[in-house]
């Protein structure tokens, strides 16, 4: 049985998540009947403090938002027009968590009762009283709503147990939150949930793409999403939503590998948990700046290490269509980087993810077989910076990709010091890239024209490559000397 409080109250809430008690106590000074649900409540009588939280009001949701909004320097976004729920998102400093988010929605049914009734498990079933909250110790369980008592009961037992017996075939997207939970709480699914997930998994095919991103964009937003992924295999419940990613299991490896795909993907997204969270693994004097890097949003609140756990996810989806052997038997997998990359956009755009979104994904599978390519052969200043150019803004994300992805490369042709030298290279990499970021250009295209009378062109692009070629080479220090390198690669002569 796990622990919990025997009682909770404002300042019980004040002492773990200050700010949402400071947001509780405006809300009860509306005196709206307004009720603390799901996840928060959850969480909080595990010791635990949510990002999130969600609040069922009687009162007009939208006007409560705005309210709450204008009191933390917040924004509102329409969620769902039609079942009027709205969202606050705050932005807090980052000894502040961050980013919060809070959710208002109407009160569904005749009461909160039944409004809970109808949610996905009954763990996050339950809620409590703002204004009971804000003005007196609130008793465990008894001071709960929380319909039978199945919520605390099976937050206590740690079970994930359905609400319902329609709660898949209302929502199959709620087989990935079930594998979500299991994983983030460390609980057992109930027997006959498990059972209905797997009857109604196949219905996710039919769900639409934003919903399924949704809940799996929260999954990689946490590390330990291989475990998830690994218990809906086991489950049987992968196929339906990702058939590429399935048939890569049994697929054989060459002896660079010690793992088949499929085993190698899921041991790749751990060690790149492992490098997120520590980037100094790879470069100490690059980590704050990796770190920082890898925090910044990439589409929603969502950031750029979301997303790469998804490119890792699918970097080597190709090798299920271009596995090959030559006459001595050994495996190859020529140019499946561009065929993950290829599947990988498709399943981006199944997803309805952002432009932005989907370039990044294209981009850091696609090229993250680029650092082991040029690894392979001499390595000169110019093919550096060739490497630097392609990888551009990402060099970062696709650095952290490949290095995970030879760190789960363990078979006997892979040694510890080819994954030393690997890991070497890409620190170098690294700061060579922020070195780059940091040098301003001599020279802008528009210069150019401007200076040899030039028309827009390939060739200006060229030009401009072989100037910040030299800059960074050291060979070039000013405009003037930028100018005079481009006139004599010209072979024409500086205008009056």
């Given at each position: 049985m796990r622990d919990?409080?025997?009682?909770?109250?404002?300042?019980?809430i004040?002492?773990?998540?200050a700010?949402?008690?400071?947001?509780?106590?405006?809300?009860?000074?509306?005196?709206d009947?307004?009720?603390?649900v799901?996840?928060?409540v959850?969480?909080?009588?595990?010791?635990r403090v949510?990002?999130?939280?969600?609040?069922?009001?009687e009162?007009?949701?939208?006007s409560?938002?705005?309210?709450?909004?204008?009191f933390?320097?917040g924004?509102v976004?329409?969620?769902?027009?039609?079942?009027?729920i709205?969202r606050?998102?705050?932005?807090l400093?980052p000894?502040?968590?961050?980013?919060r988010?809070?959710?208002?929605?109407?009160?569904?049914?005749t009461?909160?009762?039944r409004?809970l009734?109808?949610?996905?498990?009954?763990i996050?079933?339950?809620?409590?009283?703002?204004?009971?909250?804000?003005r007196?110790?609130?008793?465990?369980?008894?001071?709960?709503?929380?319909?039978?008592?199945?919520?605390?009961?099976?937050?206590?037992?740690?079970?994930?147990r359905?609400?319902?017996?329609?709660?898949f075939?209302?929502?199959?997207?709620?087989?990935?939150?079930?594998?979500?939970?299991?994983?983030?709480?460390?609980?057992?699914?109930?027997?006959?949930?498990?059972?209905?997930?797997?009857?109604?998994?196949?219905?996710?095919?039919?769900?639409?793409?934003?919903r399924?991103?949704?809940?799996?964009?929260?999954?990689?937003?946490?590390?330990?999403?291989?475990?998830?992924?690994?218990?809906?295999?086991?489950?049987?419940?992968?196929?339906?939503?990702?058939?590429?990613?399935?048939?890569?299991?049994?697929?054989?490896?060459?002896?660079?590998?010690?793992l088949?795909?499929?085993?190698?993907?899921?041991?790749?997204?751990?060690?790149?948990?492992?490098?997120?969270a520590?980037?100094?693994?790879?470069?100490?004097?690059m980590?704050?700046?990796?770190?920082?890097?890898?925090?910044?949003?990439?589409?929603?609140?969502?950031?750029?290490?979301?997303?790469?756990?998804?490119a890792?996810?699918?970097?080597d989806?190709?090798?299920?269509?271009?596995?090959?052997?030559?006459?001595?038997?050994?495996i190859?997998?020529?140019?499946h980087?561009?065929?993950?990359g290829?599947?990988?956009?498709?399943?981006?755009?199944?997803?309805?993810?952002?432009?932005?979104?989907?370039?990044?994904?294209?981009?850091?599978?696609t090229?993250?077989?680029?650092?082991g390519?040029?690894?392979?052969?001499?390595v000169?200043?110019?093919a550096?910076r060739r490497l630097?150019?392609?990888?551009?803004?990402?060099t970062?994300?696709?650095?952290?990709?490949?290095?995970?992805?030879?760190?789960?490369?363990?078979?006997?042709?892979?040694?510890?010091?080819?994954?030393?030298?690997f890991v070497?290279?890409?620190?170098?990499?690294v700061?060579?890239w922020?070195r780059?970021?940091?040098?301003?250009?001599?020279?802008?295209?528009?210069?150019?024209?401007?200076?040899?009378?030039?028309k827009?062109?390939?060739l200006?692009?060229?030009?401009?490559?072989?100037i910040?070629?030299?800059?960074?080479?050291?060979f070039?220090?000013?405009?003037?000397?930028?100018?005079?390198?481009?006139?004599?690669?010209?072979?024409?002569?500086?205008?009056?």
């Amino acid at each position: 049985m796990r622990d919990s409080p025997e009682a909770i109250d404002l300042e019980y809430i004040r002492h773990r998540d200050a700010w949402l008690a400071d947001v509780i106590e405006f809300l009860a000074r509306k005196g709206d009947r307004i009720y603390l649900v799901g996840g928060y409540v959850r969480d909080l009588l595990l010791n635990r403090v949510s990002r999130d939280a969600d609040f069922a009001v009687e009162a007009d949701p939208a006007s409560i938002a705005r309210g709450v909004a204008g009191f933390v320097g917040g924004e509102v976004v329409v969620l769902h027009p039609e079942e009027r729920i709205f969202r606050v998102m705050a932005h807090l400093p980052p000894e502040r968590d961050g980013f919060r988010i809070l959710d208002f929605s109407p009160i569904k049914g005749t009461d909160i009762d039944r409004d809970l009734a109808g949610r996905d498990f009954t763990i996050n079933a339950i809620g409590v009283g703002i204004d009971a909250l804000a003005r007196e110790r609130i008793p465990l369980p008894g001071g709960l709503v929380d319909r039978n008592g199945y919520g605390w009961r099976d937050i206590k037992a740690g079970l994930i147990r359905e609400s319902s017996d329609q709660v898949f075939l209302e929502d199959p997207v709620r087989v990935l939150r079930a594998f979500r939970f299991k994983r983030l709480l460390g609980f057992d699914i109930e027997e006959s949930t498990l059972n209905h997930l797997r009857k109604y998994a196949e219905l996710i095919r039919g769900s639409p793409g934003e919903r399924i991103a949704a809940e799996l964009l929260e999954i990689l937003e946490e590390p330990g999403s291989a475990g998830v992924f690994e218990d809906m295999g086991q489950a049987g419940v992968f196929d339906p939503l990702f058939p590429s990613l399935y048939i890569l299991k049994g697929v054989e490896q060459n002896a660079f590998h010690h793992l088949d795909v499929w085993g190698h993907v899921l041991m790749t997204l751990d060690e790149l948990d492992c490098l997120l969270a520590q980037p100094e693994l790879i470069s100490p004097c690059m980590a704050g700046v990796m770190r920082a890097h890898m925090d910044e949003p990439l589409m929603g609140q969502h950031r750029r290490g979301t997303f790469l756990r998804l490119a890792a996810l699918f970097h080597d989806v190709g090798k299920a269509w271009t596995a090959t052997r030559d006459e001595t038997g050994r495996i190859h997998f020529f140019d499946h980087q561009r065929l993950s990359g290829g599947e990988m956009k498709r399943v981006a755009e199944g997803l309805r993810l952002s432009n932005r979104a989907e370039a990044y994904l294209l981009k850091t599978v696609t090229r993250h077989m680029d650092i082991g390519f040029i690894l392979s052969q001499t390595v000169t200043p110019r093919a550096l910076r060739r490497l630097l150019q392609r990888l551009g803004d990402e060099t970062i994300d696709i650095v952290l990709l490949s290095v995970a992805d030879r760190a789960a490369t363990l078979g006997p042709l892979s040694t510890e010091e080819g994954r030393r030298l690997f890991v070497s290279f890409a620190a170098g990499l690294v700061e060579e890239w922020r070195r780059e970021e940091k040098t301003p250009r001599l020279l802008g295209g528009a210069e150019l024209m401007r200076e040899f009378g030039l028309k827009p062109g390939p060739l200006i692009g060229d030009l401009l490559d072989e100037i910040r070629f030299a800059q960074l080479e050291g060979f070039l220090e000013t405009r003037e000397e930028a100018l005079h390198f481009a006139r004599d690669v010209l072979g024409a002569s500086q205008p009056e």
